[in-house]
Structures are given as structure tokens and as C-alpha cells.
């Protein structure tokens, strides 16, 4: 089955179509100056998590692409919280040979994948590749594709 039919509209991500404008608007009431802000964020020194920032600019990519974006999350009650979070899911839009393909989006340089790794075995049949978009190089995790952010117009 497709993405869209097991939608479910209760649960919602939000994403700016320009990036900019989101940092403009997410750092107005703070004293620091527009150009002040990007320096922070190009010299890895803003004291924040710029995972929002980060994920909205991929959201941007991904959309340009011509991909319809989906997430998934999986709550634990026994634990009280999510045990599977996957930012985005697209698809391959093959009529024949169905397949999502799951993207982690990280930040930072270290980073745990194992959320992926529980989506990846609980929908095995239905996935094709598995992808983290870091701010590293191109290599491999296990047999997860781990790109650079340039390259997600590749996918």
C-alpha cells in the first residue's frame, strides 16, 4: 500500500519553505544580529539544537525534488515514549514494485541510528534503501547509505 492511505492527519511536522526566513523568525526576539546568527550556525557554535534547522533545509530539498514527505513515530506506552522516530519517508512510486525508503536526519556528527535500524526490521519486505543525511561524507552503516547534505537531491 501506498504512504498516503496509511496517513494519519492527527499527527502533523511543519516545515518553512525558505530556511532563512525560519532562522530570521526563530532568532527576531534575541539580541544578536542577522549575520552574528549565521556565523553561529556555520561555526557549529549556536546554543541550540540546530536539528530544526538542519531537517527544514532537507524538507526543502527533498520537496524540490518532487517527493511528498511523510514521518513515522511509534509510541511506547510501556515506556512513555517514542521508540521509532523516522523523519521522512518517500517513496518510489512504482506501481509494481512498492518501496518507501526511510531518511534519518542528523545534526550532528555522532549520532545513534538505532531507531532506523527498528524500522528497518519491522518493515523489511517494504523497504528499499535506508538513508542518514549527515554533515559527513559518503560512507556506509552497516548496509544504511550515509550521505552528505548535498547529495539528497540525488535521492
Known amino acids: 500500500m501506498g504512504l498516503s492511505i496509511k496517513e ?59 517527493h511528498k514527505l511523510y514521518f513515522y513515530t511509534q509510541y511506547n506506552t510501556e515506556k512513555h515514549r517514542n521508540d521509532i522516530e523516522i523523519d521522512f519517508l518517500i517513496s518510489n512510486n512504482s506501481k509494481l514494485k512498492y518501496k518507501m525508503f526511510p531518511i534519518e536526519v542528523k545534526s550532528r556528527k555522532k549520532y545513534s541510528i538505532e531507531s532506523l535500524k527498528r524500522f528497518k526490521e ?13 554533515p559527513r561524507n559518503l560512507c556506509f552503516k552497516e548496509d544504511i547509505v550515509c550521505i552528505p547534505p548535498y547529495m539528497t537531491i540525488c535521492l
Do not use: P, W
Not at 23 to 33: I, M, R, T, Y
Not at 45 to 66: H, R
Not at 122 to 134: L, S, T, W
Open 122 to 134: 519491522k518493515y523489511k519486505a517494504r523497504i528499499g534503501e535506508c538513508y542518514v543525511i549527515h
Open 8 to 66: 494519519n492527519r492527527a499527527y502533523v511536522k511543519c516545515y518553512l519553505g525558505d530556511t532563512g526566513l525560519l532562522v530570521s523568525h526563530a532568532f527576531d526576539e534575541n539580541e544578536l544580529l542577522e549575520d552574528e546568527v549565521y556565523k553561529q550556525i556555520l561555526g557549529d557554535k549556536l546554543n541550540m539544537n540546530e536539528g530544526m534547522l538542519y531537517e527544514n533545509a532537507i524538507a526543502q530539498m527533498l520537496t524540490v525534488n518532487g
